[in-house]
């Protein structure tokens, strides 16, 4: 996982023997892996993903991922999205109206998602071009204070020299996905899971729930027989079942 282009993560909290502890998830198109830890740090996200890695990692905003060195990272644009609206709803309960905080969110939105729907070019120039275009976009729609706190908290975060700010198109850059939802997905199942069972009862057993999760979502998204994997791990080689995983990457060593 820590060797791919594209890296999905996220995190959500699980239930060991009445405590929480957080089950972590790294991913893509190929490969699943998932990790529970004791924390939410920094240091739980290293544990996960490395010190650095030669790839696009796509995550929300949660600053754990920050002291990861990446090649560029990309704000997931549907949890902008989100925050977008919960601003929105919080400012129509208001009694007093900020038509420059409506007119923020609703340029802002219009905005993220016209981008969601682009067609990436393919030529690298024609990425950069586009970046650019889209950033100067955003520039505008966030080039003026703003009264109402919460809206003037999230145009912060999407100026230039804010941290964010290079996170929001940089799927276009890199010719990648816009949101996280690939990870989301994958965290899904074990989310209804933990509520169906409340949980794993020791350490030991939270960390086998991370293996066979690990190795069920990698055979899903592999096309693999699940059962057949856990077959030849059982009764063959391990490099068995990884040649089944991973043929090409068997053919190649």
Known sequence: MRHSDLIHADETYWREDGRNVFL?????AEVAVFRMDPNRSTE?????????????LVTDAYASYNAIEVRARQSCLA???????????TLAAMEAPDPGAERFLVQLSRLLRRACALEIPKAKADRLELEARLLGILDLICARHLDFAKA?????????GAREYKEVFAFVRCGGPPTNNHAERALRPLVIFRK??????SANGSENVAVFASIVETAKIRGCSALDIFEALLT????TAHEMLFPAAARAG
């Open 79 to 89: 949890h902008l999205l989100r925050t977008g609206r919960e601003v929105a709803q």
């Open 236 to 239: 063959e080689a391990p490099e």
């Open 196 to 201: 169906v069972c409340f949980g794993t009862r």
């Open 24 to 28: 972590w998830y790294a991913g893509n």
């Open 152 to 160: 003037e908290t999230f145009r912060k975060r999407l100026i230039p």
């Open 44 to 56: 739980a996200a290293k544990r996960l993903l490395g010190e650095s890695l030669d790839a696009l």
